[in-house]
């Protein structure tokens, strides 16, 4: 799993026992039910708490491991239904936008144009973006080499707009404050790479200077990326390969999305709507 996966699996585990203050040998479903139902009544989503359970079942199942406990309680526990999850998506209007409304005279408005271009052009998550390195942007030949999650390598098409954004900005790059930053596409003002949590500042600030008032982040110009291509009639297959997703089931989401969209016009186009 990647770094920030642990980390949020072990503040789930963490929090859990700490509430509990029961050694995890003597726990049992009715202690993960009372918890789970606690943390729902404080407001707790039933996706974070689906999320929570997997927490504690991947713990439990270390522990049967280990010969701590003969099974694990997390089975007996039903996991919160989840509907059906539409990601926020961004309209090419709203896209254009707010791409056209980075002020490329500014100090890091070529660098920021570059970013959000990468971002809705390849359809990277933040990560991806933020540790993108030189030798793998191919501008010539029109793709990007990334490196996704697990280490998985995939090849990503570059749009000529998005290559021309980043032969813009390649001239501007500060200059690495170490010679291990060399290679990384996107540095801030002290020549380090930028982190996700810049990367999410940018993108939302920049879409309120654009007068876009959805709640977005860097994922919702992936979200956008993969709608716009399936609107389009872009394969599935194809899709899923520029996503690095590992099952086409997590692609279909867009299809569902795509339909959202159809039926809205329907709704509001057709004589008995």
Not at 114 to 135: D, K, Q
Not at 145 to 171: F, M, T, W
Request: charged content about 25%.
């Amino acid at each position: 799993m990647s770094p920030s996966t642990v980390a949020s699996y072990c503040h789930d585990v963490e929090a859990f026992l700490e509430a509990v203050e029961l050694e995890p040998r003597v726990i049992g479903p009715s202690d993960i039910e009372r918890y789970l139902g606690k943390v729902t009544a404080e407001g707790l989503s039933k996706r974070s708490g689906a999320r929570l359970l997997s927490s504690l079942r991947s713990f439990f199942d270390w522990c049967v491991m280990e010969g701590e406990m003969a099974d694990n309680p997390c089975d007996r526990v039903d996991a919160p239904k989840l509907g059906k999850y539409l990601p926020e998506v961004l309209s090419v209007e709203e896209v254009s936008a707010i791409l056209e409304s980075v002020d490329l005279k500014a100090p890091f408005g070529l660098r920021d144009r570059a970013i959000l271009e990468v971002l809705y052009g390849c359809g990277l998550r933040v990560s991806e973006a933020a540790g993108l390195r030189i030798s793998h942007v191919h501008l010539d030949e029109g793709f990007v080499d990334v490196i996704g999650k697990g280490d998985k390598q995939r090849l990503v098409p570059l749009g000529e707009v998005a290559a021309d954004a980043i032969r813009a900005y390649l001239p501007a790059r500060p200059v690495p404050a170490e010679r291990s930053f060399e290679d990384i596409l996107f540095l801030n003002r002290f020549g380090r790479p930028l982190s996700r949590v810049s990367i999410f500042k940018l993108v939302k600030s920049q879409a309120m200077v654009a007068g876009v008032r959805k709640e977005i982040s860097p994922h919702t110009f992936r979200h956008s990326f993969a709608t716009h291509l399936i609107e389009n009639g872009a394969d599935l297959r194809i899709v899923q390969e520029m996503l690095g997703h590992e099952s086409i089931l997590t692609t279909e989401i867009y299809t569902h999305i795509d339909t959202k969209t159809w039926q809205k016009e329907v709704r509001e186009h057709h004589p008995r709507g």
